[in-house]
């Protein structure tokens, strides 16, 4: 996998962000002008809470639309990688890091909200520093990778199977 590739998002997620995406930027959007409109017609907007309070909210959906936009624009969407051992974005990975035993899946964080059967799994980007280190290793392989405390953490491979929702 290039890192020009998007994040890994199963279908589930996908169609889930794209919803939020069409909200945000539909009528959401409009609502959040129609109050920005109501509170500047009220006169002064030094001193009109709702004016900046809609405005400040403006600017956190607008930054949300971005994200979701540049998101589902890149991403990788569906299939689960091929069962072969080799870590990638999709993959559940078991691995000993420094000492810890720890399974989590490579993909993008919005994936975390699609696990089902009460799950408690955690998620790590392929960019990530310990996802860029373990991506295209095999299970058995041991490997070390400057976290960006300055330490080196060990991490030996246990297992990596493609991700099921």
């Given amino acids: 996998m290039s890192t020009n590739e998007g994040a890994w998002l199963t279908q589930e997620a996908y169609d889930r962000l794209k919803k939020e995406l069409d909200h945000l930027s539909g009528p959401y959007r409009q609502e959040i002008v129609d109050r920005i409109e109501q509170a500047r017609s009220e006169g002064d907007l030094k001193e009109n809470g709702g004016y900046h309070a809609a405005r400040e909210e403006q600017g956190k959906n607008e930054g949300r639309i971005n994200q979701l936009t540049q998101l589902l624009e890149n991403a990788q969407v569906g299939e689960a990688p091929a069962d072969d051992g080799v ?23 919005e994936v975390a909200e699609d696990l089902t059967g009460g799950e408690d799994i955690e998620v790590f980007s392929e960019r990530s520093p310990m996802g860029a280190a373990i991506r295209g290793h095999k299970v058995g392989d041991e490997l070390t990778y400057k976290a960006p405390n300055g330490k080196n953490i060990k991490v030996k491979i246990l297992d990596a199977k493609p991700f099921h929702n």
């Fill in 87 to 109: 870590i990638e974005a999709g993959m559940v990975v078991t691995a000993d890091i420094a000492g810890d035993e720890m399974t989590f899946l490579m993909g993008s964080r």
